[in-house]
C-alpha cells in the first residue's frame, strides 16, 4: 500500500537514498510540488542527479539546480537559463530514444517524479498533460513517487494503477500553463505559405508557439483534419470546436486526436477533461516509424534556428549558445517527406537578433539536427523552398530565394563554388 501525504509533510529522505537517479515528467505535466521538495531536500541525502525533459516552471533556476545534478534532452523552455549558466548536461538524443534509453538502464532511472489525476473508479490514475516517456520511467523506477493533483485533468490514454504508486502526494494547485505565444507580421507571413501544404484531411504534426498557431488560424476553411502529434497546444481547442479537426479520414485512430503531450492554458485542459475524441500516448506510438508509415497526406511542421544552403537543419545551437533540442523533429521530417500526399515543412524566420544576422546562412553554426538528405520543405516569410529531390546546386539558388533580400548577395557569393562544381 502506498504511503498518502500532502506536500508539506513529504520527507523525500525516506524514499530517496544516496546516489539516487531521479526522471520526473516535463513540459506541463511537471510535478512542481515534489521539484520544489526536492530542491529543498537533496542536499540532506546527497549524490542525486535528474533527468527533465523540458521544464516551464521556472523552478529550476541555476541555483535550485546545484543542489543535484541535472540533464535534459535540450534547453527547452526556462532550462535555456541552465544552459547558459553552464549547470545543465545535455543529452543529445531525439524525445523517441528517451523511453527505451530509460528502460535500458542509459538513462538511470531508480526514482520516477509523476504528476497524474486522481484515480477513477477502477483505481487508475491518468498522467493528464504529459504521456510521452512517463509510463517508461514508471516502469523502471525502484520508487514511484506521484503528485496526485486535482487540478489535472483525466484524460484518455496511458494509465497508472494506485498500486503502482509508493507515495502519493496530494496537492490542488494549477499545472504549469504555457501562454499563446503573440503572432506577429513575420509569423502570419510564413503561417500562409506554410499553410498552402494542409489540405482537406491532412493529418497535422505541429509543435507550440506563435507559427504553430498561426498557421492554425489559417485552418478554418479545411474540412477534415486530423491530428497525431508530439504535443499540441490552445490552437487544437479553437480547431475542434469549429468543427474543422475531425479526425475523420484518418486510415487509424480515426475520430481521434493522437498527441503526447499538452502544453497550453487552463482553456486546453478544461477541454481535454474527460474528452474521449483525444488520446494520450507514449513515444513509442506517437513517434514510431511504423505507426507513421499508415498515416496518409500527414504534414508536419517544426521550427530550427539556421538553416546552411543545402538544406542542413540546425535546430539546437547558436556558436557558443544552446537554446533548443533534437526533439521529435527528425522523427516526423522524415515521416511526413515519405507520407503519401504528406509534407514535412521546417518553419523559421529569415533573420535573427533584429534583423542583423541571416538564418539561411552558408555554414552552420552549430550542429546538424536534421540531415540535408531527409529535408522536405524549408519555409520562411519570404516564400518557400522546395528541396527534395533537388540538386545541391538547385537548393542553394532556392533557398537564397527565400532569404532576406538583404543578404541575398552574400549568399550568392558563397553559392557559388556549389553551383560551380555541383556539390
Not at 475531425?246 to 499538452?262: E, M, Q, Y
Request: glycine residues 10%.
Amino acid at each position: 500500500m502506498s504511503v498518502r501525504t500532502d506536500a508539506a509533510g513529504l520527507d523525500l529522505g525516506k524514499f530517496l537514498k544516496r546516489g539516487d537517479r531521479i526522471v520526473w515528467g516535463q513540459a506541463c505535466g511537471e510535478p512542481q510540488s515534489l521539484i520544489e521538495a526536492l530542491i529543498m531536500q537533496a542536499s540532506g541525502i546527497g549524490e542525486l542527479s535528474a533527468f527533465a525533459g523540458t521544464s516551464f516552471s521556472k523552478l529550476l533556476t541555476p541555483e535550485a539546480a546545484s543542489q543535484f545534478s541535472l540533464s535534459s534532452m535540450g534547453a527547452i523552455g526556462t532550462l535555456r537559463t541552465l544552459t547558459a549558466a553552464h549547470t545543465l548536461g545535455v543529452v543529445p538524443c531525439h524525445v523517441s530514444q528517451i523511453g527505451p534509453m530509460i528502460e535500458q538502464g542509459i538513462i538511470g532511472c531508480d526514482v520516477a517524479f509523476v504528476q497524474v489525476s486522481p484515480a477513477d473508479e477502477n483505481g487508475e490514475h491518468s498522467f493528464g498533460l504529459i504521456a510521452d516517456y512517463v509510463q517508461s520511467a514508471v516502469k523502471k523506477a525502484r520508487v514511484v513517487i506521484a503528485e496526485v493533483n486535482d487540478q489535472v485533468p483525466y484524460t484518455h490514454g496511458e494509465r497508472l494503477p494506485a498500486s503502482r504508486i509508493d507515495c502519493a502526494v496530494q496537492v490542488s494547485r494549477m499545472p504549469v500553463e504555457v501562454a499563446a505565444a503573440r503572432i506577429g507580421e513575420t509569423d502570419e507571413a510564413i503561417a500562409k505559405f506554410a499553410a498552402a501544404y494542409i489540405e482537406d484531411g491532412s493529418v497535422l504534426q505541429t509543435g507550440v508557439g506563435a507559427v504553430p498557431d498561426a498557421i492554425l488560424r489559417l485552418l478554418r476553411d479545411r474540412k477534415d483534419l486530423g491530428v497525431h502529434s508530439g504535443m499540441l497546444g490552445d490552437g487544437l481547442v479553437e480547431l475542434v470546436e469549429a468543427g474543422v479537426i475531425t479526425n475523420a479520414r484518418k486510415a487509424i485512430d480515426t475520430g481521434v486526436s493522437i498527441n503526447g503531450a499538452l502544453i497550453g492554458t487552463r482553456k486546453l485542459y478544461q477541454w481535454a477533461h474527460h474528452n474521449k475524441s483525444m488520446r494520450m500516448c507514449a513515444t513509442s506510438y506517437t513517434h514510431d516509424a511504423a505507426v507513421l508509415a499508415k498515416l496518409d497526406r500527414l504534414v508536419t511542421i517544426n521550427s530550427a534556428l539556421e538553416v546552411d544552403l543545402t538544406g542542413q537543419v540546425n535546430a539546437e545551437q547558436s556558436g557558443s549558445a544552446y537554446l533548443g533540442g533534437t526533439g521529435g523533429q527528425v522523427d516526423f521530417v522524415r515521416a511526413g517527406s515519405r507520407s503519401k500526399g504528406g509534407r514535412s515543412i521546417i518553419a523559421l524566420s529569415a533573420t535573427a537578433k533584429g534583423g542583423s544576422i541571416s538564418k539561411i546562412v552558408p555554414t552552420l553554426s552549430g550542429p546538424v539536427t536534421t540531415a540535408r538528405s531527409d529535408v522536405d520543405v524549408i519555409v520562411t516569410e519570404f516564400g518557400a523552398a522546395e528541396l527534395k529531390g533537388q540538386t545541391l546546386a538547385e537548393r542553394t539558388r532556392r533557398l537564397i530565394a527565400i532569404a532576406h533580400p538583404d543578404f541575398r548577395e552574400e549568399l550568392d557569393r558563397a553559392a557559388y563554388e556549389i553551383q560551380k562544381r555541383g556539390f
